[in-house]
């Protein structure tokens, strides 16, 4: 099925629906939620996914896990997606939140091909039996390292919020710390209750995955570099492939001239 809401197929006796859709840039689902389990992939270009838990940048070609009535959000920037929604019984993933996912060449195929079958598909048949494959490619994916988890104290979300508008690496925990009015040993403590993860681990999290959309968006990986602060391209794309496991390159759609976009 192509171009059409969850909502309107949600009751169809079959415990996988796949639905395809094409979004204009810069598109926003708001905020929604689905009693079914989504898996989200987006065959072109970027997806930003928010939860009260934190966020996810999805790059091209992978996809996201989005466990049952969890409430989200999604900016699409020049995507075209494929959705399996899966009855929570037929989940073969047991999150009960999101997580990025790696989309296996067997994965993807069986994603193009759902959404070409009938919405009553023969579970016995051949369809079905793809259909149950693309459950055991989903229940075996490797898990991205693509969240940026978000802390539920108010100041610190603020404080974390605004760094993920203006990302900058070489923001330290002292500041952060004054900012706070606590002490830097209180404040290391608090942050890695907060978001399971030291300050440092997450700033560096959070200004890979933050490039990743404006490296699909076309900008130069030097301008990106520069932006958040690394002395040079070459130790932001160390830092990239440490992270992500594979160059910035990968996920870049034009030159890496540093045209100033």
Request: include cysteine; aromatic fraction near 6%.
């Amino acid at each position: 099925m192509r171009n059409i809401s969850i909502d309107a197929l949600d009751s169809t006796p079959r415990p996988v629906i796949a639905i395809g859709n094409d979004y204009p840039n810069g598109y926003l689902l708001r905020r929604h939620r689905h009693r079914r389990a989504q898996l989200l992939y987006g065959s072109t270009g970027v997806m930003k996914v928010s939860t009260t838990q934190g966020d996810w940048v999805v790059p091209p070609q992978q996809a996201v896990w989005i466990a049952p009535r969890i409430e989200h959000e999604v900016l699409m920037l020049g995507v075209s997606t494929r959705s399996l929604y899966i009855e929570p019984s037929a989940a073969p993933l047991s999150r009960s939140t999101c997580e990025v996912i790696g989309v296996s060449p067997l994965l993807r195929q069986l994603l193009i091909e759902a959404v070409e079958m009938p919405l009553t598909y023969a579970e016995q048949g051949r369809d079905g039996v793809l259909m149950t494959l693309a459950l055991l490619e989903i229940g075996q994916a490797r898990e991205l390292p693509l969240q940026i988890p978000l802390p539920e104290k108010p100041r610190l979300l603020a404080r974390c919020q605004a760094f993920l508008q203006n990302p900058d690496i070489h923001q330290s925990p002292q500041a952060w710390a004054r900012d706070l009015f606590v002490s830097e040993r209180s404040f290391s403590r608090l942050f890695r209750e907060q978001t399971q993860m030291s300050f440092g681990q997450w700033r560096q999290r959070a200004c890979v995955v933050l490039a990743l959309s404006r490296l699909s968006s076309g900008h130069s990986i030097t301008r990106i570099a520069l932006d958040l602060g690394y002395e040079s391209p070459a130790a932001f794309s160390t830092m990239f492939r440490r992270l992500i496991g594979c160059s910035p390159s990968h996920y870049s759609i034009a030159p890496t001239s540093d045209n100033g976009q």
